[in-house]
């Protein structure tokens, strides 16, 4: 949705990455938000959002992957190459997708007995690769599985 220039994307438990095309163009990583992430949108640029995994973002800053692009083209290439699309899931991916199935019933207890974890590496992988608490994220899953009418 833009309004006055200003492009908000709801919270809804993704990271993204986003190339603008400008006179300098950059590329920047949103881990997932608990806010809505504005963008201040230039009349001039050309945006290009791409809607990844939630743990995507986190996993390329902490291996401090840099995309580097010169054109819309090369950066889709990039994020279609066989280095990105063939990481691996990994714990956290899975508690995330069990989170998603279950969202309604799961809990924190229920992810340490499923995964046999402790609450604090629970917490802490949701800390370090997601940026939100796991409280935090658990919200963001029920807010959007909860049915509207």
């Known amino acids: ?26 590329i920047n990583y949103y881990q997932p938000q608990v806010q809505p992430l ?15 995994k939630p743990t995507f973002v986190g996993y390329l800053s902490l291996r ?5 692009a010169l054109t819309p083209l090369h950066f889709l290439n990039c994020i279609y ?3 990105f699309k063939n990481i691996p899931p990994t714990l956290l991916d899975n508690m995330l997708i ?15 007995q499923r995964y046999q974890c402790s609450s604090i590496k629970i917490h ?5 690769i997601l940026g939100l608490s796991f ?7 029920f807010k959007l599985r909860r049915p509207t009418h």
């Not at 504005?38 to 990844?52: G, H, M, S």
């Not at 069990?98 to 340490?112: C, F, N, S, V």
């Not at 409280?135 to 899953?141: A, E, F, R, T």
Request: proline share 1%; glycine share 4%; charged share 25%.
């Open 1 to 26: 949705m833009s309004v006055n220039g200003i492009y908000t994307i709801q919270p809804e438990g993704h990271s993204y990455i986003i190339y603008k095309l400008e006179n300098k163009n950059t």
């Open 38 to 52: 504005l963008l201040n949108v230039k009349e001039n640029a050309v945006y290009y959002i791409v809607k990844c």
């Open 64 to 68: 401090k992957v840099e995309i580097i």
């Open 81 to 83: 190459s066989d280095q």
């Open 98 to 112: 069990h989170m998603w199935h279950d969202a309604d019933t799961i809990g924190l207890y229920d992810l340490k």
């Open 124 to 128: 802490s992988l949701f800390k370090e």
């Open 135 to 141: 409280d935090d994220y658990q919200k963001i899953v």
